[in-house]
């Protein structure tokens, strides 16, 4: 499951971040070139930011969604 979101600035790398490493299941985080640990604060600057970046869980769905609701500030509406 996936969607995306766009993380402008340091503070939103950290807290995407830190909202993810709470969660007990794999998060990884994508640009065109790169996929990357989305746990991981160092990884995630591999990535471009200049556009959004894809997100991607492996989850069940009720972890997805309520993990969705916590970035929801981040996430990129109509992807």
């Known amino acids: ?3 995306q979101v766009r993380l402008t600035c340091v503070q939103d ?3 995407f971040v ?3 490493t709470a969660r ?3 998060i990884s985080v994508g640009d065109r070139r ?3 640990n989305g746990k991981s604060f160092m ?3 591999c990535l471009d930011f200049r556009a959004p970046v894809t997100v991607r869980t492996d989850c069940t769905r009720e972890e997805f969604e309520a993990f969705r609701a916590d970035v929801a500030r981040f996430e990129v509406k109509g992807k």
């Open 1 to 3: 499951m996936e969607f």
């Open 18 to 20: 830190t909202l993810a």
């Open 43 to 45: 990884e995630m600057f």
């Open 13 to 15: 790398v950290l807290d």
């Open 34 to 36: 790169h996929r990357v």
């Open 24 to 26: 007990p299941f794999p």
